[in-house]
T-cell receptor, first 113, second 116 residues
Framework: GQNIDQPTEMTATEGAIVQINCTYQ??????LFWYQQHAGEAPTFLSY????GLEEKGRFSSFLSRSKGYSYLLLKELQMKDSASYLC??????????????FGQGTTLQVKP | DGGITQSPKYLFRKEGQNVTLSCEQN?????MYWYRQDPGQGLRLIYY???????QKGDIAEGYSVSREKKESFPLTVTSAQKNPTAFYLC???????????????FGDGTRLSIL
């Protein structure tokens, strides 16, 4: 089967660094996406990884290890507005020539003062 | 300003009633998707469409129907056969085709459906 696992909840302090992990087991691999979703709102795209290594975008970075079926999202200099759910999504080879994604259940991050 | 518009934001369904959720995009995207999101769960794919006049079932299509008569529009009907329709429904679009491999899906603001 296809499965994506993320921690359900995390708590961190304003100004700190937090790492949100995502492990996946899919039929093949054609890329991994991270999205941010504030409560009751649309998910917004954060990052995309298809090759091993670290992709950095300002305060957010995403890492991928294809051999381990593992990714993480790193958030630096946490701000209160970073309190949200973070969704990991994988595009497997069963998606064929489509943009179909498999989503994890999401990690709810609470940033405290 | 390009984007995806979902309406209504809130919708209530009576027993035995069909309701239709609207999704319109002006991003010129070929592919469109409907997801259902329940509390504590990830997004589950209901239906998707890669091109006008064509659509495919996702993982949880039972009790739902769609149409894709125009590139910009992908309405979702929640039928009376869907016994547990209360959820947050999200519509998304992406470039589609061979260019879709690295392109993210863009989401609308969602419709929250409840049973009366």
């Amino acid at each position: 089967g296809q499965n994506i696992d993320q921690p359900t909840e995390m708590t961190a302090t304003e100004g700190a660094i937090v790492q949100i992990n995502c492990t996946y087991q899919t039929s093949g691999f054609n890329g991994l996406f991270w999205y941010q979703q504030h409560a009751g709102e649309a998910p917004t795209f954060l990052s995309y990884n298809v090759l091993d290594g670290l992709e950095e975008k300002g305060r957010f970075s995403s890492f991928l290890s294809r051999s381990k079926g593992y990714s993480y999202l790193l958030l630096k200099e946490l701000q209160m507005k970073d309190s949200a759910s973070y969704l990991c999504a994988v595009r497997g080879t069963l998606s064929g020539n489509t943009g179909k994604l498999i989503f994890g259940q999401g990690t709810t991050l609470q940033v405290k003062p | 300003d390009g984007g995806i518009t979902q309406s209504p934001k809130y919708l209530f369904r009576k027993e035995g009633q069909n309701v239709t959720l609207s999704c319109e995009q002006n991003l010129n995207h070929d592919a469109m998707y409907w997801y259902r999101q329940d509390p504590g769960q990830g997004l589950r794919l209901i239906y998707y469409s890669q091109i006008v006049n064509d659509f495919q079932k996702g993982d949880i299509a039972e009790g739902y129907s769609v149409s894709r008569e125009k590139k910009e529009s992908f309405p979702l009907t929640v039928t009376s056969a869907q016994k547990n329709p209360t959820a947050f429904y999200l519509c998304a679009s992406s470039i589609g085709g061979g260019a879709s491999w690295s392109q993210p899906q863009h989401f609308g603001d969602g419709t929250r459906l409840s049973i009366l």
